[in-house]
């Protein structure tokens, strides 16, 4: 049986943790005969719902394949609306898989990725911002992909754009009494009511989008690349940074030849910090590939950490940097605890780098890490705005469309209202739009090509 995310009719069953060795698994269902295919295959069952008991449950032969503790959800006070029951059965590789066999012998059908949530999607559970949220939080790589999800997930992105919307229809009914009364002097709406209020919407929607650059970065970090000389120290700080030896370190100039990555966890944005070859002219091929990946990396960045050990190679990367200026830099004199720099070298550095920002650092006695984590930090927040990753923020290419959408079609109506070059119900109609664009970003209206998007994410049981 394939079944189809449509079919409510349809029991559905899955292992909702994931396989392999654990004390536990749970095995959800959910349907109209969530409740029925349990009790055929359990010799107890709760006498009420949201109580939990303790019960054998049975193939179809009648062998017992283990002792689950069975917590029954009777329609509609379930994650999905629906008559639900989960099955906390032993770990392992093998319990669970017969449990839902045993379920599927019985009637149930094995769920389809996503299709619990999004059945709580179609029951008016969860709206479509909230489904994601569910999925971002399962998929989180750091502490504030996983605050962003949990925000999102508590409604914070879904009431912000109820109240874009509201604030639109708002204005569609300002315009709709304006409309009724056209011919009265001014109209009994002042103009620049009108006006105010369209300009207070579009600039929400331009605050709204601008979030979209930190949700990115939330989700996918923020590039940081240690570049400098060969020899300089780049792989002691980076190994130093991430708290393990992940890069090779010797004191042969031309040691490192691929980027290597590593995910700093920050409790604001993750970096993505990137170790790379030393710039120089080299000769030998395999090392000049290096340099080009590492002139690539220095390309994408968010912000470079210049790296010297000496004025020469610190100035000597001015070269490298030609032409990149809208990368942000921080001027990392490294080595400290053998030669350490004079104020005077480091107002040199920051004036012919057009740093950020100077800091001081020693790979081998810790001297200066915490103060250029916090420099990168600083410098990262001014990049996206100085946007608070706790505000609701757009992570999805999917809400960034919708929200542009809707700004322009705002805009549009803006200027035709202003030059009156079309009657006013004509240019009411990019109201409507906009409208009904931040409604399918909700799901408040018809969903089902959004969830068939949203829930190709997902993984089975969720
Ligand atoms: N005393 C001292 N030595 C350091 C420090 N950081 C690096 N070194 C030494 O400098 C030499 C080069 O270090 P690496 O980290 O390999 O330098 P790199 O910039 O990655 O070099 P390439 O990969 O060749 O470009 C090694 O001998 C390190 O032990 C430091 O903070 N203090
Ligand atoms: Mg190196």
Known sequence: ???????????????????????????????????????????RWPSAARTVTLSHVRDASGRDVDQSVIIRYDAPASFTG???????????????????????????????????????????????????????????????????????LDGGLSRRVLALRGELIGLEALIAYDIDFPDEDDGPIAPARIVAATERIVSALEQLLATSRTGELVREGALVVLAG?????????????????????????????????????TSTIPLRLVDTAGFRDALDPIERL????????????????????????????????????????????????VAPPTAAQLA???????????????????????????????VVSEGTGRQDVDAPLLTQERHRYAVTRAL???????????????PAPVAA??????????EDLIGAVDVEDVLDEVFRRFCVGK
């Open 229 to 265: 000389a060969p020899n300089v120290g780049k792989s002691s700080l980076f190994n130093a940074l991430v708290g393990e030896a992940r890069a090779i370190v010797t004191d042969i100039p031309g040691t490192t030849r691929d980027a290597i990555e590593a995910v700093i966890d």
């Open 1 to 43: 049986m394939t079944g189809s995310p449509l079919d409510l009719s349809e029991t559905i069953v899955a292992q909702a943790t994931a396989p392999g060795r654990g004390a536990l698994s749970i095995v959800r269902l959910s349907g109209p005969n969530a409740h029925a295919v349990v009790r055929a295959a359990v010799d």
């Open 348 to 378: 040199g550095y920051r004036d012919t780098l057009a740093a950020s920002a100077t800091v001081v650092v020693s790979a081998e006695t810790g001297e200066g890490l915490s103060a250029l984590l916090s420099a990168i930090a600083h």
């Open 429 to 438: 109609v990019h109201l409507r739009e906009a409208v009904a664009t931040l």
């Open 82 to 152: 629906e008559d639900s029951v989960e099955l906390i059965t032993h770990g392992g590789l093998v319990v669970a898989t017969t449990v839902v066999a045993a379920l599927i012998a019985r009637g149930a059908r094995l769920a389809l990725p996503g299709e619990f949530t999004r059945r709580a999607v179609l029951n008016g559970k969860l709206d479509i911002l909230q489904a994601e949220a569910t999925g971002d939080l399962v998929n989180a790589k750091s502490r504030a992909a996983q605050g962003v999800a949990l925000r999102q």
């Open 290 to 337: 290096g340099v080009e990946m590492s002139e690539s990396y220095v390309e994408r960045a968010a912000v470079v950490l210049v790296c010297g050990d000496s004025d020469e190679s610190m100035l000597g990367m001015r070269k490298a940097l030609d032409g990149r200026s809208h990368v942000a830099i921080i001027a990392v004199r490294t080595k400290s605890d």
């Open 408 to 422: 322009d079609e705002v805009r549009a109506f803006r200027d035709r209202w202003a030059s009156r070059e079309l």
